[in-house]
């Protein structure tokens, strides 16, 4: 039942200092503590120093952070991290929100924290659809860039007209025989 920390910036020009200071108050011992500069927008398994962390915690222990967003600041992403950690009996503490997720408000606050979560999924889904459903009235092309531009398919049209065969068009565009046949098609 070892205590670990984990203490993240985003950038170099930020310290760890004040972190380790906090945890080292809960009694995490400093050769528990990991440090890590990177994005809190990184999901958490690219972030290599939090992996291996993970990695070596067993049933029992217990990762301290200082904030939540030191995890990450994905609620999606957060949430999976608690989770898989909660299957292999790791307990986590947020030291400024005062939870525990090895007691009952812990247990509260992870099924707020999924809640969060799914809210988060669905108002991103509803933004790409939004999106998506402006770029079309804007008569914006979606999906994958054509093979063949409008031009050199009104070509391959006409020379389909003349009795030309797929093959042949597509000799002639420097296209494949499918490509060449689906443009004369259209």
């Known amino acids: 039942?070892?205590?670990?920390?984990?203490?993240?910036?985003?950038?170099?020009?930020?310290?760890?200092?004040?972190?380790?200071?906090?945890?080292?108050?809960?009694?995490?011992t400093e050769t528990n503590i990991v440090t890590e500069t990177?994005?809190?927008?990184?999901?958490?398994?690219?972030?290599?120093?939090?992996r291996n962390l993970i990695r070596k915690l067993q049933a029992g222990d217990t990762?301290?952070?200082?904030?939540l967003d030191r995890l990450?600041?994905?609620?999606?992403?957060?949430?999976?991290?608690?989770?898989r950690l909660k299957i292999r009996g790791i307990s986590i503490r947020i030291l400024n929100l005062g939870i525990d997720?090895?007691?009952?408000?812990?247990?509260?606050?992870?099924?707020?924290?999924?809640?969060?979560a799914e809210f988060e999924r669905n108002i991103i889904r509803e933004r790409?659809?939004?999106g998506l459903e402006t770029a079309r009235a804007k008569?914006?092309?979606l999906g994958r860039k054509p093979s063949l531009p409008?031009?050199?398919?009104?070509?391959?049209?006409?020379?389909?007209?003349?009795?030309?065969?797929?093959?042949?068009v597509a000799e002639l565009l420097h296209v494949s025989k499918m490509t060449a046949w689906r443009a004369m098609q259209t």
């Open 101 to 116: 997720t090895s007691g009952a408000g812990g247990k509260l606050f992870l099924l707020l924290l999924a809640g969060f």
């Open 1 to 28: 039942m070892a205590k670990y920390g984990y203490a993240r910036v985003s950038t170099h020009r930020q310290q760890t200092d004040t972190q380790v200071a906090d945890l080292g108050r809960e009694g995490v």
């Open 63 to 67: 990762i301290t952070v200082v904030k």
């Open 150 to 168: 409008d031009d050199a398919i009104a070509q391959a049209r006409r020379l389909k007209e003349q009795g030309l065969s797929a093959r042949q």
């Open 139 to 141: 008569g914006k092309r």
């Open 72 to 83: 990450g600041r994905n609620a999606v992403d957060v949430l999976a991290l608690i989770d």
């Open 38 to 50: 990177i994005s809190g927008a990184t999901p958490w398994k690219s972030r290599p120093k939090l």
């Open 128 to 130: 790409v659809m939004s």
